[in-house]
């Protein structure tokens, strides 16, 4: 058997017997549906006007050029469509509905794929709000809220802000409840990507890492899976259908 089978077979052992399931994903979980990630050279994330507009003060600063600049990242994250990754994970969620998804990623698609009470970690660029009057509902004409007549701006965590803590304790708390944590295409090097696997494994949970690149959380890890997420979650499913089915699980 070899290494990588080996490590394929572990993970879906995990997977079977686990009670309540975690993945936490990012951009690499995207990637595959076009959406550029932060670290990609060519990516949207890092030219200038992205430089210019990802930090809270920039809202202040160029409230016109803010508001253009997101609505194009929007555009490219409506025009995305969900990959079987995406898909594959609302699976996952569907044959067992304890399974949290968490991720970092900003675009939707995990909600779009099918996937129940996401914890999006960054928010929505799919959603905008007003911070002056708190308006979240649109319809935002040219970025304005319809309410108060301020800038709208994108339901997105900023560089510069904090995050909605709401979210953040929903996602410790099934950490912390977690048998088996999935991080698949993530660095989790930034906090808080960084402590919510470790808090999973402080109380004993299991962590199964799936990535292109090799992860500093490997070594805490039971299964490695290397490999695009579009490509593996998929065949993780498909195996795991047929144990559960199988087995009578
Ligand atoms: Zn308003």
Sequence with gaps: MTESKKQFDTAIELLRDARRIVVFSGAGLSKASGIPTYRDADGLWMNQSAVRFSHVDDLERDPAGFSKFWARRLAVVE?????????????LQRLRPSTRLITQ???????????????????????WRCDHCGNRRGPWLFHRCTRCGSRARPDVVMFGEMLNQGVLL?????????DVFVVVGSTAVVYPAADLPLQALSRGGRLITLNMEPLHLDTSASAVLRGASEDLMPRLLASLNYSSTTLGK
């Excluded at 025009?79 to 699976?91: D, T």
């Excluded at 900003?106 to 929505?124: I, Q, R």
């Design 79 to 91: 025009a995305a469509k969900p990959n079987p990754g995406h898909l594959a994970l609302a699976q």
């Design 105 to 127: 990623n900003v675009d939707g698609l995990l909600t779009l794929a099918g996937g129940m009470d996401v914890l999006e970690l960054h928010g929505s660029l799919r959603r």
């Design 170 to 178: 929903d996602a410790q708390t099934a950490a912390l409840e977690a």
